[in-house]
C-alpha cells in the first residue's frame, strides 16, 4: 500500500496512544509462565505483539479475547512441545526473550523469521545463554534456529552492549536457572522486564547498571498495558515541527530508561508539558501535551542513546527544523534494527531536502532547511522509518509518495486512523 503525505495547517487535538509494543510482549510472555489465568488490557495490536502471542498459544497457552481490548492468557497448564517451528515474523524482541525461556525447557523446538530478521544478530543472546548451559543449532548466529532444551544455570554477565533484549533474555533465563543470574550493562536499557518481573513477585533487585534475578515462579495477576511513547514519539514531532499545533496524547508511558525523547526535545527548546502523571501495572504515564516551537539544534549521545533508540529516525527528522547542527553518535546498533536505520534515515531526508549525513555510529543534520518534496520514497521494510517520512512529508512543500507504507502495521496499525483525527 503506497501512501501520499501532503503538508497540512496543523495537528490539534486529543488522541489516545495505543499499547506499548515492548510491555506487550512481556505481558504476553511472562503470563506464560505463570502456571495460573493473567486478564491482560490495553495489548498492542501490531503484527509483532500478535507473532509473540501466536508463540504462547503454540506453547499450550489458552488465549480467550474478552473484547477488542482484553484477553486472559490461561497458563494453567506447564508449557508444552510445539508441534511446529515458531515464526517469530519481522520481531527481534520476540526472537530474542523466546530465546531465553525456551532454551531452559524440558522440550526441544525451534524459531524462524521473516526476511529482515532473518539477517539480524542473535550472537548478542546466543554466547550469554551458552555461557548458562543453553544448547543451540544455527548457521552463523541467524534464523533460523533450533533450540535444545536443557538445564540452565545461572551466571554473572558482563554485557558489552546497552540492550533491553539482551538483558530481558539472560533474566528470564535466570528465572527458571539454578543459583543467581545477573547482568550488567554499560547503560541502562529499558526496564520492563524489571518492573514486570517486580509487579509479579520474581525475586529480583537492581543495583546501578545491574539486575540480579533469582530462580522464582511469577504470580498471575492482571496486566493493564500503558500507552507507547515510541508510537507518540511520531506525534510529538509533528506537533513540534507544524506551525499552530498543540495537542495532548493521553495515557502514555513515560518509563525514565524510555522517555530521553522528551528531555532531548525540551533541550531543544520544545514546549512539552506532563500531565496527571500517574502508574499503571508499575510502569508510570502521563498525558503529554505538545505544542509548536522554534527548536535549536543539539548533540546526542552516550547514556541517552538507549532511552531513545527506537526514536532516532523522527528525532532527525524534528532536527531539520532546528537551527544549528544537530549531532547524533554512539548510536551504531541502529544499524542493527529492522533496517539499517543510520543510511536509511539520511537516504529518506536526503531525497525530501535536508542537508544530512551519516557516519558510522549516528546522523549529522543541518538545519533548518525547508523540506521540498514531491518524490517518491522508499521505507525500508521498516515500521519506523515508514511513520518517519510521513512526518517529514507532512512539512513537504509537495506532497511525497511513501511506498509500502503498510509496514506501519509491524508496530502501529491505528496510525493513518489516528494522524488524521487530529490533523488540520
Ligand atoms: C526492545 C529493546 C530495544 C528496542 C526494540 C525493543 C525491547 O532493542 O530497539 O525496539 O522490547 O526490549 P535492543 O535491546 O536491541 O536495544
New binding site residues.
Partial sequence: MDVTVKKIKSLNGEIEIPAD???T??AFMFASLTKGKVKISNFSKGADCMSTLKIVQQLGCEVNFLNNNELIINAEKALQKPKEALNCGNS??TT??MAGILSGQNFDSEMYGDESLSKRPMK?VIYPLELMGAEFNHNNYTLPIKIKGTHLSGINYNSP????????SILLAGLNANGETSFTEPYK??N??ELMFQYMGADIKTDGNTVIVRKSELNPVDITICGDI?SAAFFIAGALIIPGSDIIIKNTGINETRSGIIDVLKNMNADIELLNERVVSNEKIADIRVRYSKLKATTIAGAII?RL??EIPVIAAAATQAEGKTVIKDAQ?LR??EADRITAVKTQLEKLGADIQETSDGLIINGKTELEGGCEIECFHDHRIAMSAYIAGLICKKPIKIKEFQWVNISFPEFLELISKISI
Fill in positions: 509494543k515492548s510491555v510482549h512481556r527481534g524482541t530474542r526473550l548478542r552492549l546497552a540492550s533491553a533484549q539482551v538483558k530481558s536499557s529499558r520492563h522486564t515510541s538507549p533508540i527506537d546498533d542493527n534494527k
